[in-house]
T-cell receptor
Framework: QKEVEQNSGPLSVPEGAIASLNCTYS??????FFWYRQYSGKSPELIMS????GDKEDGRFTAQLNKASQYVSLLIRDSQPSDSATYLC????????????FGKGTLLTVNP | EAGVAQSPRYKIIEKRQSVAFWCNPI?????LYWYQQILGQGPKLLIQ????????DSQLPKDRFSAERLKGVDSTLKIQPAKLEDSAVYLC???????????FGPGTRLTVT
C-alpha cells in the first residue's frame, strides 16, 4: 500500500512569515511529486510540481525533493492571508499516465 | 480550454437509495479519474480509466460502486445502495500524457442520511 504522510497541522503563521509544509512517501519508485492547494469547499488546484532532487522555485513557492530520504517539502515565503488553505502532497507512481496518491493535507492559516 | 465538468454539484439521498454522478473531462484528455474525498482527508482514487478501459479499480467497493466510460469521453459513477459512510465529495479529474498533472472538476458533494 503506497502511503503519503503529511505533517498533521493545523499550521498557523503570521502574515509575511515563511510557512513550511512537509511530506514523506513510502514508494521508492515514485517519479514525480506535486503540491495542490485546496480552499474550503473547492477542488484541489495544482501549485507546484517537482521531478528531480533539489529545489524548484516559482514565485513565493519553493518545492524541495530528497528522493533518498523520500521527503518532499513546500515553502511559502511572505505568506499572505489568501494562502490560507489545505495543502495536499501528491506522489505519482504512474509516469506519464499519472497515478497520484494523496496525503491527508495540512491546513494552513495565515493570520493578518 | 474548458475545465472538467461534473453534475450534479450537490446531492442528498437516504441510505439504501441509489445515486449517479456524471463527468465530462477536458477535451483530448485520455485518462479520467474518480476520487472520493471524505471530510478532513485527502482524495482517494476509486477508479482510473485510460480511454474507455479500466487501468485501476483496486479501491472501488465493487459490491456497491460501479463506473463506466462509454466512447472514451464522458463517465458516470454509480452507488447502489448508498451507505452513511459514502457521504463525501466525489471528484472527477482528467489528464493527458503531455500535461503536467491531473486537473480536477468542481466535485459533487454527496450527503447520505
Amino acid at each position: 500500500q503506497k502511503e503519503v504522510e503529511q505533517n498533521s497541522g493545523p499550521l498557523s503563521v503570521p502574515e509575511g512569515a515563511i510557512a513550511s509544509l512537509n511530506c514523506t512517501y513510502s514508494d521508492r519508485g515514485s517519479q514525480s511529486f506535486f503540491w495542490y492547494r485546496q480552499y474550503s469547499g473547492k477542488s484541489p488546484e495544482l501549485i507546484m510540481s517537482i521531478y528531480s532532487n533539489g529545489d524548484k522555485e516559482d514565485g513565493r513557492f519553493t518545492a524541495q525533493l530528497n528522493k533518498a530520504s523520500q521527503y518532499v517539502s513546500l515553502l511559502i515565503r511572505d505568506s499572505q492571508p489568501s494562502d490560507s488553505a489545505t495543502y495536499l502532497c501528491a506522489v505519482n507512481s504512474g509516469g506519464s499516465n499519472y497515478k497520484l496518491t494523496f496525503g491527508k493535507g495540512t491546513l494552513l492559516t495565515v493570520n493578518p | 480550454e474548458a475545465g472538467v465538468a461534473q453534475s450534479p454539484r450537490y446531492k442528498i439521498i437516504e441510505k439504501r437509495q441509489s445515486v449517479a454522478f456524471w463527468c465530462n473531462p477536458i477535451s483530448g484528455h485520455a485518462t479520467l479519474y474518480w476520487y472520493q474525498q471524505i471530510l478532513g482527508q485527502g482524495p482517494k482514487l476509486l477508479i482510473q480509466f485510460q480511454n474507455n478501459g479500466v487501468v485501476d479499480d483496486s479501491q472501488l467497493p465493487k459490491d456497491r460502486f460501479s463506473a463506466e466510460r462509454l466512447k472514451g469521453v464522458d463517465s458516470t459513477l454509480k452507488i447502489q445502495p448508498a451507505k452513511l459512510e459514502d457521504s463525501a465529495v466525489y471528484l472527477c479529474a482528467s489528464s493527458s500524457t503531455t500535461g503536467t498533472s491531473i486537473d480536477f472538476g468542481p466535485g459533487t458533494r454527496l450527503t447520505v442520511t
